[in-house]
């Protein structure tokens, strides 16, 4: 970890104390881990300390680890990850809380971060995670009659149900898929100058 980033996690640790279980940098972010029942807690603290000052909520995504890691992932099958700006302090943080359950739920944080209203209701209608406390949770991408959730690891790729406009009822309906599922294997052909060169020296070197 960078000293930069170090100095930044020692005042988290500092402020938020044993509500941190984990500091990281990922993908060149610090990232913290932290208890879903310590969420608004920790999110409240996050805004309003004059050291963290973490006005601002980027973005909020889910994150289904089910075929994590060859499915050889032990914890919890989902992850909700927060992307706070500093803009005071000149700071970025991500923020991840893991959930478990056919229906995750976890508190929600608009009361905190009024831009978090239509990033949750985004991960509810990808991921099906539930946000307690949310004013207005219902899909906002995929339509009313969708059923499941697209990001899950174990949603079809043809979906469950397929859409059509009915002339006779003049509206449109839903009914069961009708194309046949299947996966396609791609076929990697790696056969451009650099393979042929290796090949060429491989030969003269015999």
């Known amino acids: 970890m960078s000293e930069y980033y170090a100095n930044v996690a020692e005042t988290l640790q ?4 044993g509500s941190i279980e984990k500091a990281e940098v990922q993908y060149h972010e610090l ?3 932290i208890a879903a029942d310590k969420l608004v807690e920790v ?12 006005e601002e909520l980027i973005d909020i995504c889910g994150v289904d680890y089910s ?15 927060y992307h706070l700006l500093s803009i005071k302090h000149n700071h970025r943080l991500r923020v991840k809380v893991f959930v478990d359950g056919e229906m995750p ?10 831009s978090a209203n239509w990033y949750e ?41 397929e ?23 791609p076929r990697v052909i790696r056969m451009d100058h650099r393979y042929l060169r290796e090949e060429q020296e491989e030969k003269s070197d015999a």
């Open 31 to 33: 990232t913290v881990t």
């Open 163 to 185: 859409m059509r406009f009915d002339p006779e009822k003049r509206r449109v309906v839903y009914q069961p898929v009708t194309i046949e599922a299947r996966v396609n294997q």
């Open 67 to 81: 075929e994590y890691a060859e499915g050889s992932w032990q914890g919890a099958r989902f992850a909700v990850v």
């Open 105 to 114: 739920l976890l508190d929600s944080v608009i009361e905190i971060w009024n």
């Open 121 to 161: 209701r985004e991960a509810f209608d990808l991921f099906g995670i539930v946000f307690e406390g949310h004013p207005d949770l219902r899909r906002i991408l995929t339509d009313y009659g969708f059923i499941g959730h697209p990001f899950r690891k174990d949603f079809p790729i043809v979906g469950n149900v």
């Open 14 to 17: 500092q402020r938020l104390g």
């Open 43 to 54: 999110c409240r603290q996050l805004r309003d300390d004059d050291a963290l000052a973490f």
